[in-house]
């Protein structure tokens, strides 16, 4: 890995700014690291628990109008039982909520 300085890592991040102010919509990947379950659906009433194991993937996009704080749009499941890899979830969660369970439960790709 090539190690950078820190006038470069500045540079690189500055660059990272401006790209999202054009493209304020992205999809994350992220693997499970461990068993867990995930509540989905528009609200507390009508939720579902998808059961998630080590080494599935779960797609998340991501809208950044705020920077430091992007908004949930949709979640998607990447080879999980019973369910299609192109059907979209919502999360009745908190945004906050949701990127702490995020960093417990996965890692980024």
Known sequence: ?????FKQYLASKDQLREAIKQTP?????????KYCKLPV???KDDKQYIA????QHLIV????????NPDL????FKDVED???TEEFKSFWSDERFKK????????L
């Open 73 to 76: 749009m949709s979640i998607c």
């Open 1 to 5: 890995m090539e190690k950078l300085t």
């Open 101 to 108: 369970w995020l960093l417990r439960n996965t890692r980024e």
């Open 52 to 55: 998630l194991k080590p080494k």
């Open 83 to 85: 369910i299609s890899n």
């Open 25 to 33: 919509v992205r999809k994350a990947e992220y693997v499970m690291r």
């Open 61 to 68: 996009e991501w809208n950044h109008r705020e920077l430091e």
């Open 41 to 43: 659906g528009e609200s």
